[in-house]
């Protein structure tokens, strides 16, 4: 660790925020009171250098646009530092990571996500420990020399989740984020126990890092319910700008059985879009062999997203339809294991 260099980039977010006297919101601050709010992290004999986005972003406001500058921001910075934590507001968090996790191909080197709860100057903040405890695992390598975590991640409360696993839980609570089905990579306590096992490395440590920034956003988010309205279903599923939905189902990938409702699900299908199932539940996965509602949805084409998170499912979108005007090719390419965001 000691003799690393690492850039750390300031997106916004509470971390960085401070009470506007007038108003009392919580509204951003300069970075460079955040060094000076944690003077901790000058004590690693380590290079950190700062990076902050301008304007600076509540994440709330977080749009591709802004996936793509971060990308080529670490690619055009990659060969200068030995890692890179993003501080970034906790709304969207795990969007973007996940979206990072599919936008950075072979990557060698840590990307580690925080934030707080607490602006980081309030006297209970959680933004000091997340931010000293990323700034080390971004740093950390093994006896060869390589990093210990060559993904994208989000460091959090003292867990240090696989990024495309991860899911905001909590408005309030220090522990805001879960990674339901998938173990933590590693745990902060006396000392940072990682999970070595449970962490992915790159094919080669040597190839260089490749940055995919086409994006295509045509994707929509339908969560099923009781009461859910064929016009409403129709509306959001069959519009000529919607390439590709996630159909958020129940349980093991069920969703209502009748007539109206998949003559709807197979008119989307028919007119070549992609339709992936994810559930509603906070763990676990989709199984369309089941019960019966689920296999009416594999025979009308719906791709199982398996144990993807919706965030995750987004990301893998985005980026599989930048890749390819082909949608056959990015069903097919739905159902891969890309980058550790489902069990296969
Ligand atoms: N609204 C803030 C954001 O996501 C909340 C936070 O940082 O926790 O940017």
């Known amino acids: 660790m000691n003799g690393s260099s690492i850039l750390m980039i300031y997106t916004g977010g ?16 300069d970075f460079g009171q955040i060094q000076e709010e944690v003077p901790e992290i000058r004590k690693y004999a380590m290079k950190i250098d700062s990076f902050t986005f301008d304007p600076l972003i509540d994440s709330s406001d977080v749009d591709p646009t802004m996936w793509q500058a971060l990308a080529t ?68 390598k093994d006896p060869e020399g390589h990093a ?12 240090l989740l696989r990024g495309n696993r991860s899911t905001k839980v909590s408005s309030e609570d220090f522990m805001a984020f879960r990674s339901p089905n998938y ?16 962490i992915l490395k790159p094919e080669s440590w040597t190839d260089p890092l490749r940055v995919n920034t086409s994006l295509d956003t045509r994707v929509s988010i339908l969560k099923i319910h009781p009461g859910i309205t064929p016009k409403v279903m129709r509306h959001i599923m069959c519009g000529d700008e919607t390439r590709a939905v996630i159909l958020e189902t129940y349980g093991s990938g069920n969703a209502p059985s009748g007539q109206w409702f998949m003559d709807i699900v197979r008119e989307a299908s028919a007119s070549g879009k992609v339709l992936l199932n994810v559930t509603q539940c906070m763990s676990g996965t989709v199984n369309m062999d089941i019960y019966a509602t689920g296999k009416n949805l594999k025979r009308a084409g719906v791709v199982s997203g398996l144990d993807i998170t919706t965030e995750s499912a987004l990301g893998k979108l985005f980026y599989l339809m930048g890749k390819s005007k082909d949608n056959a090719w990015v069903k097919t390419h739905l159902e891969d294991n890309l980058k550790g965001e489902i069990s296969k």
Do not use: W
Request: aromatic share 8%; proline share 6%.
């Open 14 to 29: 509470t971390i960085g925020m401070k009470q506007d006297p007038l108003d009392q919101t919580l509204k951003p601050f």
């Open 183 to 198: 173990p933590s990579l590693a745990e902060a306590g006396i000392s940072i126990k990682y999970n070595t096992g449970a």
């Open 148 to 159: 210990l975590v060559p993904e994208v991640c989000i460091f959090f409360d003292s867990k």
């Open 73 to 140: 921001l670490i690619r055009d910075n990659y060969d200068r530092y030995d890692g890179f934590v993003v501080l970034h507001g906790t709304d969207t968090m795990s969007y973007s990571a996940s979206a990072l996790s599919f936008m950075l191909d072979n990557l060698s080197k840590p990307v580690v996500f925080t934030g707080s709860q607490l602006p980081i100057g309030m006297p209970r903040t959680d933004g000091k420990e997340n931010l000293i405890s990323a700034v080390e695992i971004a740093a950390a």
